[in-house]
T-cell receptor, first 112, second 115 residues
Framework: SQQGEEDPQALSIQEGENATMNCSYK?????LQWYRQNSGRGLVHLIL?????REKHSGRLRVTLDTSKKSSSLLITASRAADTASYFC????????????FGKGTLLTVNP | NAGVTQTPKFRVLKTGQSMTLLCAQD?????MYWYRQDPGMGLRLIHY???????AKGEVPDGYNVSRLKKQNFLLGLESAAPSQTSVYFC??????????????FGPGTRLLVL
């Protein structure tokens, strides 16, 4: 099964700046999800975008999906120190068991 | 609503010992999953279950067994632990009965060290 590839592997910004991370994949998907993981904790779902959608918003999060380029981006606007975490994209390639394939993640550090 | 809980939080084993990790969810989810997370590797699916009494292999099933005797519980067993099984193990669940929701909900993780 395919794995999403996040870019960059690590990102360090100042509070108030925007953070953008990308996810690329190789084969068709049913949907793509973004999760956040704080250090030492479990993953928390942030947002899901379906293959027929191009953009979704949730609070300070904006996700885009370009199926022709097989890529997605997650934008966090006006970042806060509390946004410091690892961010993972997860691919749902379809099927009836809702299996997800996770990338290796982007470590975001927001400096106060 | 406790969500997804995992027991124990941390365990140290010697090579060859056995143990069982317990995952419980109170969200009436049909599907449950066990992942392992290693540094630089992301999450990898070990086994999963699409309903009570069913289990299936994921990406890295060797050395592990699972059981889903009750809908709310999913057990992961290591029969003979090896140092390569040192990892953080996460349980997740999804798909409330009657709803086509794909989001997975994760437990807090179990840190396992095999010496």
């Amino acid at each position: 099964s395919q794995q999403g590839e996040e870019d960059p592997q690590a990102l360090s910004i100042q509070e108030g700046e925007n953070a953008t991370m990308n996810c690329s994949y190789k084969t068709s998907i049913n949907n793509l999800q973004w999760y956040r993981q704080n250090s030492g904790r479990g993953l928390v779902h942030l947002i899901l975008i379906r293959s027929n959608e191009r953009e979704k918003h949730s609070g300070r999060l904006r996700v885009t999906l370009d199926t022709s380029k097989k890529s997605s981006s997650l934008l966090i606007t006006a970042s806060r120190a509390a946004d410091t975490a690892s961010y993972f994209c997860a691919l749902d390639s379809g099927g009836s068991n809702y299996k997800l394939t996770f990338g290796k993640g982007t470590l975001l550090t927001v400096n106060p | 609503n406790a969500g997804v809980t995992q027991t124990p939080k941390f365990r140290v084993l010697k090579t060859g010992q056995s143990m069982t990790l317990l995952c419980a969810q109170d969200m009436n989810h049909e599907y449950m999953y066990w992942y392992r997370q290693d540094p630089g590797m992301g999450l990898r699916l070990i086994h999963y279950s699409v309903g009570e009494g069913t289990t299936a292999k994921g990406e890295v099933p060797d050395g592990y067994n699972v059981s889903r005797l009750k809908k709310q519980n999913f057990l992961l067993g290591l029969e003979s632990a090896a140092p390569s099984q040192t990892s953080v193990y996460f349980c997740a669940s999804s798909r409330p009965t009657g709803r086509m929701e794909e989001t997975q909900y994760f437990g807090p993780g179990t840190r396992l060290l095999v010496l």
